[in-house]
C-alpha cells in the first residue's frame, strides 16, 4: 500500500478563495483524521470520521471549515472563505480500531 | 481544552547521553498512549505505544513509562543518537496530540 495520500502538498491562494485539500487513507482502515500543525498548539484534531461517518467535529474551528467522506477512499477537507490566519499544515491520518495512525505527508497552505 | 500537555517545547541532549521526554493528560478515560516522531517535511511517524494497564514498554533504545495517578507518561530514548533529532508528539487513544517537543542530539 502506498499510504496515506495527500493533495496537494503545497497549496497557495489568496484571502477569500476557497480551498480543498483532499486524502486517501489507507485502504481497510476504518478511522479518517484530518488535524491542523500549528507552532502554538502542535496537532489540533479537527474531525475523525468512523467507517465514513463524522463522529467528532468539536475541533472544526469555524463554520467555514468543511469535511467529508463520501466514500472509504476519499475525504476532503474545504475552508470557504480561506483567511491568512488558517496558514497551515494540514495532515489526514487513517487507522484500523485499536492500532496506531499512519499519517500522509501533508498540505502545506498559505493564505496570502 | 488541550488534553494531551507537552509542556517542554525543546530539549538537547548530547549524544550517547540519555533524552527524557514528557507528557500530562487529564482525561482518566484514555486507555492507551502513543508517541509519534515528526521530521521536517513529513508526516508523524508511529514509535511506541502503552496500554493504561501497563506502567512500562520497551522497544530497542525506546521505553515509555506510564505513572496512572500522577496522569504522566515519559518517553526514554538511550542512548540518543544525532538521528533521534526530531519532533515528538505525545497521543492519547482518541488521537488528542500534545503540541509537541523538539529533541536535538548534539553530535
Known amino acids: 500500500d502506498a499510504g496515506v495520500i495527500q493533495s496537494p502538498r503545497h497549496e497557495v491562494t489568496e484571502m477569500g478563495q476557497e480551498v480543498t485539500l483532499r486524502c486517501k487513507p489507507i485502504?481497510?482502515?476504518?478511522?479518517l483524521f484530518w488535524y491542523r500543525q500549528t507552532m502554538m498548539r502542535g496537532l489540533e484534531l479537527l474531525i475523525y470520521f468512523n467507517n465514513n461517518v463524522p463522529i467528532d467535529d468539536s475541533g472544526m474551528p469555524e463554520d467555514r471549515f468543511s469535511a467529508k467522506m463520501p466514500n472509504a477512499s476519499f475525504s476532503t477537507l474545504k475552508i470557504q472563505p480561506s483567511e491568512p490566519r488558517d496558514s497551515a499544515v494540514y495532515f489526514c491520518a487513517s487507522r484500523l480500531q485499536g492500532t496506531e495512525a499512519f499519517f500522509g505527508q501533508g498540505t502545506r497552505l498559505t493564505v496570502v | 481544552d488541550q488534553q494531551v500537555k507537552q509542556n517542554s517545547p525543546s530539549l538537547s541532549v548530547q549524544e550517547g547521553r540519555i533524552s527524557i521526554l514528557n507528557c500530562d493528560y487529564t482525561n482518566s478515560m484514555f486507555d492507551y498512549f502513543l508517541w509519534y516522531k515528526k521530521y521536517p517535511a513529513e508526516g508523524p511517524t508511529f514509535l511506541i505505544s502503552?496500554?493504561?494497564?501497563?506502567d512500562k514498554n520497551e522497544d530497542g533504545r525506546f521505553t515509555v513509562f506510564l505513572n496512572k495517578s500522577a496522569k504522566h507518561l515519559s518517553l526514554h530514548i538511550v542512548p540518543s543518537q544525532p538521528g533521534d533529532s526530531a519532533v515528538y508528539f505525545c497521543?492519547?487513544?482518541?488521537?488528542?496530540f500534545g503540541a509537541g517537543t523538539r529533541l536535538t542530539v548534539k553530535p
Open positions: 485502504s481497510g482502515h476504518d478511522y
Open positions: 497521543a492519547a487513544s482518541g488521537m488528542r
Open positions: 502503552i496500554s493504561s494497564i501497563k
